[in-house]
């Protein structure tokens, strides 16, 4: 399977700020590379597909890139909605993984 | 519009079957794909099985045999069934759909939380 993995695990920031999660696959798994939401009462919200394809609805301060093994989201001015975890995940190969989350939280 | 809803036990006993149901609306299950996703508590996702639009099914070997999915159509349900309980399948069991065409999850139901207990 392949081993998808984040960075950093928490993420301390501040409103308006613009950060970066990474996302580290143990092959290629070129551009099929998902990003999700988690907010704190659980419910999971789809972000971006293939690398850098935002999902309907999804505010354009979101925006992902990437390529290869190496894949980033980033949000360019966080919104008090924003902090909750985030999670990568690789359609290249089966079975789908994910990686172990990152955690944005109001610095 | 496009929804997931899953209904569970709260509580399993341990080396006993958990029996998930994922009811649908807003679309066919023979148009869309519907798979498990489980996150233990504090912990990350993982995938564990699909119900393609076909009728098809795939597992994670990680669950081996123990893990069995399956739809019915007319009541627009899947249906997850996974036997052997042990503590680690202690989880929030979610059901969500998935588009080939973006190879991605793209709606997702809230998810039922299932402890098990010794």
């Known amino acids: 399977d392949i081993q998808m993995t984040q960075s950093p695990s928490s993420l301390p920031a501040s409103l308006g700020e613009r950060v970066t999660i990474s996302c580290r696959a143990s092959?290629?798994?070129?551009?099929?590379l998902n990003w999700y939401q988690q907010k704190p009462d659980g419910t999971i919200k789809p972000l971006i597909y293939?690398?850098?394809n935002l999902q309907s609805g999804v505010p354009s301060r979101f925006s992902g890139s990437g390529s290869g093994t190496d894949y980033s989201l980033t949000i360019s001015s966080l919104e008090p909605e924003d902090f909750a975890m985030y999670y990568c995940?690789?359609?290249?190969?089966?079975?789908?993984?994910f990686g172990g989350g990152t955690k944005l939280e109001l610095k | 519009q496009v929804q997931l809803k899953e209904t569970g036990p709260d509580l399993v006993q341990l080396t006993q079957t958990l029996s998930i149901t994922c009811t649908v609306s807003?679309?066919?299950?023979?148009?869309?794909?519907v798979h498990w996703v489980r996150q233990p508590p504090g912990k990350g996702l993982e995938w564990m099985g699909a119900m393609w639009n076909g009728g098809g099914t795939d597992y994670n070997s990680a669950f081996k045999s123990r893990l069995s999915i399956s739809r019915d159509t007319s009541k627009s349900q899947v249906f997850l069934k996974m036997n052997s309980l042990q503590t680690d399948d202690t989880a929030k069991y979610f059901c969500?759909?998935?588009?080939?065409?973006?190879?991605?999850?793209?709606?997702w139901g809230q998810g039922v939380m299932v402890t098990v207990s010794s």
């Open positions: 807003g679309f066919s299950l023979t148009t869309y794909n």
């Open positions: 995940q690789q359609d290249a190969s089966f079975p789908p993984t």
């Open positions: 293939y690398t850098s």
């Open positions: 092959q290629g798994i070129s551009n099929n």
């Open positions: 969500a759909t998935y588009t080939v065409a973006g190879g991605h999850f793209d709606y």
